[in-house]
């Protein structure tokens, strides 16, 4: 029996009606199909000069089938295809709505090529051998059935040797395809592997050029091509056997159901040469469904096992994310039950207030207030901690530098801060709130986050900027004056075409878009990494120039460069060393400290 997950079951939600009108259709194409043999005995009994029929009779059989045939299949062409055009449409908005509601980190937990394959390659698949299979395995096993009725009702010795002898293609169907299933299963993973493949080699096609790594690339390409053919191949060959083991199979069975019958016939006279021909034809539909239902089914099976993968791919992310969670949630709970016991209840005290609003984000105030980071002890992988019980205080409205050597941190505190990853101890408060009370959605609606990495949409200027929202003429031309982008508006138009990932944008404009986004949302805390690595001495001023005259929010900038005209306006550097902050002041206080940050920025200006 076919259990359905959360995401199957959207093949037949809305969708029972046209499930059931393309079965109908089929088992009356079904009925219309067993009538031709019986018309064929009528026939030739007839023109061997039986007086049993007349030939008005018959033409009016004749004209009965074939009206009957024509109609059933129409429907049932017509209702196949809704229903599996429809199954796949809700199988694709569920998935995506689904994992549009998932955490950053529990997205990126897997290769997102599985994705892509699982809603492309896999879904073809499934469509072809599960869905659209459906009405035309209810139409063989009908058709079968019937076809042993009518068998019986000529008669009863031959239908009975039919029936055991069709159990040989049926069987040889049987074990050649027994390893179908798990084939199907690896074919999909070596998809999604090809996938992956590509999508690196798109994305990373001017690195390959540049860098004359064509070579190694096409060998690369030649093993993933060469293992994901080597898959397809066994599938096929697969497939190939169950169809020759049942071809073969079936002629014995039939050339054995037609020299018994025409034997009886011409021997005991018992059955006419009508009903010889009737069976010749009728023993087709009893070694069809029998040699070919055990190859559709266990497709139709490993394609439907497709579904199953992806919900549990997609499922086991989040539930070990969730057991990783609750470890880290413990560590940090026992850790905070060795501080004082007056913070502790403080902190029940503010649970409770959080959880006594909770569902009621919409309505929440925005998040004000100094950002605190407590105590903060991370680690990616166990024995390389890279932030060492990290304290940190931003006042509301305050701009921040956080600056360091590569490797020293910076990344993660904002990382952690957005809690896409999560602290092995210590604490982060936003306005008293802690940052794990709050969850990933609050956080992400509050605060901007600009990454190095800006990802432009296939889309125009402005569907960038909005992401796709309708927002207001004028806070649409604040953003971009604000955003320094009002050039490129001015040059190219708002409904000018960025290209796949803002290929038809320079990398300042890029960012600026980015910009604009953040300042469109007017969130009241906004953090930047590294968001100007790529740009020249003048635009990396003019970016950040843009993001420290943004008023009443509260800013942490992750930098690279050391630009004085930039340092000298924010409100505080602080200088990561060892996963603490070394330093931290102004920028006169720390250049007259002459300590680590002298040092830096003396070395990064020779
Ligand atoms: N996803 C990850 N998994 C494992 N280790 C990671 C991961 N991300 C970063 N690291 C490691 O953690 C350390 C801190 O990385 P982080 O990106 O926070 O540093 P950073 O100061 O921002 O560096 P940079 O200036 O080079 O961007 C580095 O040693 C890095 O290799």
Known sequence: MLKCNPLSRNFFKNNSLNLFMAVLGTSVLSLAILSVPQLFQILIDYLSGSREYSLRGIILLTAGIFLMEFFSAVATYFFRTKFSTRAVLQYRNFACDYLLKKKVADFYASNSSVYLSA????????????????????????????????????????????????????????????????????????????????????????????????????????????????????????????????????????????????????????????????????????????????????????????????????????????????????????????????????????????????????????????????????????????????????????????????????????KILMSMERAQSGTIRIGGQDTMDLGEDRIFKEISYIQQEVFIFDGTIRENICLFQNCREEELQSVIERAGLRNLVKEKGLDYLCGENGAALSGGERQRISIARSLLRKTPILLADEITASLDKENTYLVLDTLLNIENTTEILVLHDLDSRILSRVDRICVLKNGKVEEEGNFTELLEKKGYFYALYHVEAE
């Open 119 to 414: 809603l492309s390659t896999d879904l073809m698949k499934i469509k072809e051998q599960f869905l659209d299979q459906i009405p035309i395995i209810t139409q063989i096993l009908f058709c079968g059935i019937g076809a042993m009725i009518v068998m019986l009702r000529y008669n009863v010795f031959l239908a009975c040797m039919s029936c055991v002898l069709s159990l040989i293609p049926f069987f040889a169907a049987l074990y050649s395809g027994k390893n179908m299933g798990e084939l199907e299963d690896r074919l999909s993973t070596r998809n999604a592997e090809y996938l992956a493949f590509l999508k690196d080699f798109s994305i990373g096609f001017t690195i390959i050029k540049s860098y004359k790594v064509e070579a190694i690339f096409s060998k690369l390409h030649g093993a993933v091509n060469e293992k994901t053919e080597e898959t397809m191949l066994k599938r096929e060959r697969c497939v190939e056997k169950v169809n020759y083991f049942a071809a073969i199979s079936g002629y014995i069975t039939r050339l054995s159901i037609l020299f018994l019958s025409a034997y009886i016939a011409f021997t005991r006279h018992s059955i006419s040469i009508g009903t010889v021909i009737a069976f010749s034809q009728l023993i087709h539909y009893l070694i069809d469904p029998l040699s070919s239902l055990p190859s559709m089914l266990s497709e139709a099976k490993a394609a439907y096992r497709l579904t199953d993968k992806f919900w549990d791919t997609i499922k086991r992310e989040e539930e070990l994310r969730k057991v990783v969670g609750n470890k880290k949630a413990l560590e940090q709970q026992e850790f905070i039950e060795h501080q004082s016991t007056t913070e502790h209840k403080d902190r029940v005290g503010d649970k409770i207030a959080i959880e006594e609003q909770s569902g009621m984000a919409e309505a929440l105030p925005s998040l004000r207030g100094e950002i605190l980071f407590n105590q903060i002890c991370f680690s990616y992988s166990e024995g390389k901690e890279v932030l060492k019980g990290l304290n940190l205080r931003v006042k509301e409205g305050e701009k921040v530098v956080l600056l360091g050597t590569s490797g020293s941190g910076k990344s993660s505190i904002l």
